[in-house]
């Protein structure tokens, strides 16, 4: 059978991308190895979807070309995504820094794009497997239900994230078949795993701290786990972590601590003690034991509060991993900004190729930007199909 373009992936991007082709008169086929569509989609948000985020800039994405993103985000914007959700009477709520969730589930956001492609006459055929890919005159899709034929063809499988729901390598596979350059993917979003401490007993502790990584700071909750920390800060910085760098975590980003124990100067009471007014009681412990000498306040002198108010404010960690790809929200790396039409995604060097969303080496902070670039680029692409 022959269309004008086959998607393969029916995500996030792939589902909008035929859609919109679809709605300019476009005879669209998507292919999804999955037995349902959207699985992702539907995990995400803790299951309400953050679909998109209203602050949304260049600024909140990581490429080895900053600048790459700039074209789709400005030509479809979180305004233009959220026009779409109320027109199906989506409600939706904002949580904080301008990040929209589903207020019933994130189930909405998929029928809503199911919908759409019905509505434009895109088919979709789920439980499709493709053996082979290649090209003549048109691209020819070797599947588990036939061979079909279509002037373009859009990549849209997302990266190596959730392993669990079917993510595989099948973008980069095809990308290096026709000879396109890809950034080395890595996991992101992601917990740390520390390199040699052992804060196993401080696992579910939760404090807001401020987290950085080179000129990159974040300042939300860090959780402890088992192995590492997780929390919003921690999958932020993650993207900018490189093995064996420390990180800075900055605990009681709003106390002046050294001024807090030269006030409390004339007090018996010990560090770890008074540390846990500040503090959960176990971190507080934790942190004592392992980086201080556990005095009592009135036998510290200048030199030991001011290290010890130091130590609190610059708190260097080593990470060894992260917790891998089934941990990780996001893949980041990719096919080569470099290879494609910042315009349409379309690759420079093999006209009809096009590669979207995930698969792309734009990644976006925590907090609906991914999606929005999922949006985003599938628009160009369905536009220029």
Not at 273 to 295: V, Y
Not at 324 to 329: D, I, L, R, T
Request: charge should be positive; aromatic fraction near 10%.
């Amino acid at each position: 059978m022959r269309f004008d373009a086959i998607i393969i992936g029916a995500g996030a991007a792939g589902l909008f991308c035929a859609r919109q082709a679809g709605r300019r008169g476009r005879k669209v086929l998507i292919l999804e190895h999955n037995a349902q569509p959207g699985r992702k989609i539907l995990i995400s948000g803790g299951g309400r979807c953050n679909f998109t985020n209203l602050q949304t800039g260049p600024e909140n994405f990581v490429s080895k070309n900053p600048h790459f993103c700039k074209s789709a985000l400005s030509r479809f914007t979180p305004a233009d995504f959220l026009e779409l959700v109320r027109s199906h009477r989506i409600e939706y709520y904002e949580k904080k820094l301008g990040q929209l969730f589903c207020r019933e589930s994130a189930r909405q956001i998929l029928e809503m794009l199911l919908t759409e492609c019905a509505r434009a006459k895109a088919e979709l055929r789920t439980g499709c497997t493709v053996k082979n890919v290649s090209r003549r005159e048109l691209f020819e899709v070797e599947t588990n239900e036939g061979v079909f034929f279509a002037e373009k063809l859009v990549i849209a499988t997302g990266g190596l994230s959730f392993p669990k729901i079917g993510a595989t390598d099948f973008g980069y596979r095809i990308a290096r078949q026709f000879g396109l350059k890809i950034v080395a993917p890595r996991p992101s979003l992601v917990p740390l795993v520390f390199s040699v401490e052992d804060f196993g007993r401080l696992a579910g502790i939760a404090v807001e701290a401020l987290v950085s990584a080179g000129k990159h700071s974040f300042r939300e909750n860090i959780l402890f786990t088992h192995r590492g920390l997780s929390g919003p800060a921690i999958l932020q910085i993650s993207n900018y972590w490189q093995k064996d760098e420390e990180i800075s975590i900055r605990l009681l980003p709003d106390r002046d601590l050294a001024a807090l124990l030269e006030a409390n100067r004339d007090s018996k009471q010990k560090l770890d003690n008074f540390l846990g007014r500040l503090l959960p009681q176990r971190l507080a412990e934790t942190l004592t034991a392992k980086m201080f000498s556990n005095k009592p306040l009135n036998r510290m002198n200048s030199r030991e509060i001011g290290e010890t108010a130091e130590r609190l404010r610059d708190w260097r960690v080593r990470f060894r991993e992260t917790e891998g790809y089934h941990k990780a929200e996001v893949t980041l790396g990719g096919v080569d900004t470099d290879e494609l039409s910042s315009r349409t995604m379309e690759s420079k060097k093999v006209p009809g190729l096009y590669f979207i969303g995930e698969a792309v080496d734009v990644t976006g902070w925590l907090g609906g930007y991914n999606f929005q670039w999922a949006w985003s680029s599938a628009f160009a692409a369905g536009e220029a199909i």
